[in-house]
């Protein structure tokens, strides 16, 4: 081992074991005090908001009060946990025995890294690789200055293969970069109590490369795919459909052809054909200039109306129009006509051209 | 002679033992571990992998931890 790494493990093991030493030295058993008071904070804050009547307020508080609980009862665990004399133990790591800890991590693991600022041991494991899907390599940081926490420790993904259904899920057993430690919640309990670094990250890793599929955050078998806009279900890359007009994904259940042109939509890009009622996109759907409604093309006229509106305007168009004064029969001489718009040109009035039938346009 | 045992499985075990000197690591294991496969559990002696034959010395570090270890989800 070099002179620089030695130095840095030692230096890591003179914080660590001040730590560690700092703990020791507090009340066997402290009860989450701080976690409770919270909680009540919440409640108080929640009853206050539904006495005033503000409904989205309260609703934050109750979110926020839900992850209080959750937290509260993992402190709960916790202590409970340490109550148990076979994971109980007042002993200190010596600064000595701390350093070989740290030293026989570089030998187990892909990597060590040391950030002194922010007091993080980080350790690098190898890619994990579960049911041929290739997760990548993790990083266990541990937070040093939070040993006497229940979770002081974070795992990220390096280059994260993030579950298709759920993006905050880069492992099956890690959502928000928390690990759920199941089968190894005490022995980790365990380890980091009393300064056992080498079995914490030991641990941890074997965790990461175990796969649970019945208590899993996303399962292997959904993990590659993209949830269906529509159902929510996951959907393999296989069977997945797109809609034609704003891309999301849809599975083969959800998937809608336009009638008209048969592509596929999702459920929120067609509608239903106001005449024939059946299901069409936009651009097969269009508007009737008089009442409004949509049709499909084939539920439209080449004047856009719809059966309705067009039956209604050729009935319309076929009324006489009502006659004006002095005008002609529409199927006379219209010599008066003429000279009638002929005088109203002279006028300087503006005058349509005269047709058969027809005056002149009165100024 | 007095050894250090500790065994990750479950709620965990740490704690000074005493044992047989001469005594190899797979006899170890097979007296702490009864019924199980040594290929199930990462064994070190003082923080590094050692041969099933490798015999224990006063002082050493034993550590057994299971190679599978079920997470959950919360």
Not at chain 1, 71 to 82: D, F
Request: charged residues 25%.
């Amino acid at each position: 081992m070099t002179e620089p790494r030695q130095r840095i493990l030692l230096r890591a093991a003179d914080r660590i074991h001040d730590e560690l030493d700092w703990l020791a030295k507090l009340p066997d058993v402290r009860l989450p005090e701080a976690g409770w008071q919270e909680c009540g904070r919440l409640l108080r804050q929640i009853n206050k908001a539904d006495l005033r009547g503000w409904d989205a307020a309260s609703q934050r508080l109750r979110l926020r009060l839900e992850a209080a609980l959750r937290s509260l009862e993992s402190q709960v665990s916790g202590t409970a946990c340490g109550l148990s004399p076979v994971v109980w133990q007042r002993d200190v790591l010596s600064q000595r025995q701390l350093y070989d800890e740290l030293r026989a991590l570089h030998d187990e693991f892909e990597d060590v890294e040391y950030d002194f600022k922010n007091k993080v041991l980080t350790v690098v494991t190898e890619p994990i690789v579960l049911e041929e899907i290739d997760l990548g390599s993790f990083e266990i940081r541990l937070e040093w200055d939070d040993l006497g926490e229940v979770s002081p420790y974070t795992i990220w993904a390096r280059e994260p293969f993030r579950a298709g259904s759920n993006e905050s899920v880069t492992h099956p057993h890690v959502q928000d970069e928390k690990l759920c430690e199941g089968d190894g919640h005490k022995a980790i309990a365990a380890a980091l109590r009393q300064g056992r670094l080498f079995d914490f990250f030991t641990i941890v890793a074997r965790i990461l490369s175990t796969y649970n599929s019945g208590s899993a955050y996303v399962s292997l078998s959904d993990w590659i795919g993209e949830p269906c806009v529509d159902c929510g279900s996951n959907v393999s890359h296989d069977d997945l459909y797109r809609c034609d007009r704003c891309s999301e994904s849809l599975c083969t259940e959800c998937v809608v052809n336009c009638e008209r042109c048969e592509d596929a939509f999702c459920g929120q890009c067609v509608a239903r054909c106001s005449g024939c009622e059946e299901l069409c996109c936009d651009r097969c759907l269009g508007k009737c200039p008089d009442c409004a409604r949509r049709f499909c093309r084939e539920c439209r006229y080449q004047d856009q109306k719809c059966e309705e509106c067009h039956a209604a305007s050729q009935t319309q168009a076929q009324r006489p129009e009502p006659a004006l004064a002095g005008a002609p029969a529409a199927d006379g001489l219209q010599t008066e006509g003429i000279e009638a718009a002929a005088g109203a040109t002279k006028a300087g009035v503006a005058a349509e051209p005269v047709r058969m039938g027809q005056a002149a346009v009165s100024p | 002679m007095q050894v250090m045992y500790i065994n990750n499985q479950g709620a965990g075990f740490a704690d000074h033992i005493e044992i047989e000197a001469g005594i190899t690591v797979s006899q170890f294991f097979e007296h702490k571990m009864p019924g199980h496969r040594p290929a199930d559990f990462l064994i070190r002696v003082n923080r590094q992998p050692v041969t099933a034959d490798t015999q224990l010395q006063e002082g050493d570090r034993i550590s057994i931890t299971p190679v599978k270890i079920d997470g959950a989800r919360q």
